[in-house]
């Protein structure tokens, strides 16, 4: 999936504001990203197939198409045509916090055409105080009310519609680290570019929030292709309650969700292996239909006009291998967001954020005994410890339409692996957009 974004919404949820204007019939947005990343010399005794390597620098490009219609009144169709290229570091391996939310799980040296999303959101109006939801990609200008049911089907992002959050969720704009645009643990349904077919209904009511959502997995763990029949599938339920503290606009979101489809539990995996003789443990003979259940919360909340803090947290079932994002079984993460009001730059931003991605001790016995994970696996696991990972980036905006980030991240312990690492990663990310 997505490396992922993640997969993820590509800005910030629109703004909401009380004005008369029209209806939007049209719109077309476009964006392009550039993100360089490269990491030093580090501490690496021993390595597997989904190891971080030393040494490298690698970059991704994207460039993609927002292409709105309203064909009735309170619907919209959205398009998303998008040419991808390049590489992860390792491409796109060696860590469950993966650095860049940028890089998909499938990279290319030549550019290549995707159609990442395609769907129709339909508002229906539940009465309440008028509201006018603004322009921004794949939004359509919209004089609505405060309650109301918004329904979307198609493809998309599971991250379009659930664990949303105003400081982390944009790797285009904000933080890179998969851990921190998503909650590392929450192991959403995704193909190898971060998106799938589904359905989602979201009940606004006063400053409460009920979504529910059914999506496709991916036909195999990890997987390229999706499921067409939900056969496999991921059912997704979040609540989300908004307030203010101080007059400044916060927000908690709880989010549940289980995997249903063809899963291994790692400990019936060794035990096959090991029956078998085989050196090199695998999961696919251990397959076979169970759930796999997880929960995460994430809070925001406004502190003044320039500073904002978020949290995010979660816990999925680590006896049963990750389907369709990363390989984290718990996390914890806690971050601000400054704009550069108080250094005359109230355009830029400085952001700092930490996260301690954790894996359960069946997971940390598969990784001992070789086995590989989606995005993990040393070849061996003699002392395991929790992925440390620190985020800094000042994005500069000189323009409304265009930023240049400068980012570092610190990662303690990549792979889950304390003889490895520490890995120190720098970043250029380069955005335009309209």
Known sequence: MLAQA???????????????????????HGQYTLVAQGVGGFASPYSADNSLAPHQVKATNDATLYLGVR????????????????????????????????AYKVGQFSPYFKLQRAFLRQTIALGGDPLAVAAAQNQLRLATTVNRLVITVG????????????????????????????????????????????????????????????????QVPNGVALESNFSQNALIAEVERRFTLAGHPGAVRVTGFRNRGRFARFDDALALAAASGQTVPDLAPARRVQDR?????????????????????????????????????????????????????????????GVANGISAAHKRWLAAGGLGVLVGDGALPHPGTEQIVEAYYAFRPV??????????????????????????????????F
Do not use: C
């Open 6 to 28: 993640p997969v993820r919404a590509d800005a910030p949820p629109a703004a909401q504001v009380a004005d008369q204007a029209p209806d939007q019939t049209i719109a077309i």
């Open 71 to 102: 064909p009735w009144r309170g619907a919209e169709v959205w398009v998303n045509p998008e040419i991808d290229q390049g590489f992860g570091l390792s491409n796109t391996l060696g860590a469950g916090g993966f650095p860049s939310a940028e």
């Open 155 to 218: 493809k998309m992002g599971v991250g379009d519609v659930f664990d949303t959050n105003r400081y982390a969720h944009d790797p285009r704009g904000d933080f890179l680290n998969w851990s921190l645009v998503d909650t590392g643990s929450f192991d959403y349904a995704a193909n190898a570019w971060g998106y799938t077919y589904g359905v989602a209904a979201e009940w606004y009511q006063g400053p409460w929030t009920l979504r529910a959502g059914l999506y496709n997995l991916s």
């Open 293 to 353: 259940l997880g929960i995460a919360f994430n809070a925001e909340q406004e502190v003044t006009g320039s500073l904002g803090l978020f949290m995010r947290g979660g816990w999925s079932d680590g006896r049963i291998e990750t389907y369709d994002f990363t390989d984290i079984d718990r996390t914890l993460a806690f971050g601000g967001s400054l704009t550069g009001k108080g250094w005359g730059r109230p355009q830029d931003t400085f952001a700092v954020a």
């Open 400 to 433: 409304g339409w265009g930023s240049m980030t400068f980012d570092y991240q610190h990662i303690a312990n990549p792979g889950y692996n304390r003889d490895r690492g520490p890995a120190n990663i720098f970043a250029l990310r380069v955005h335009a957009g």
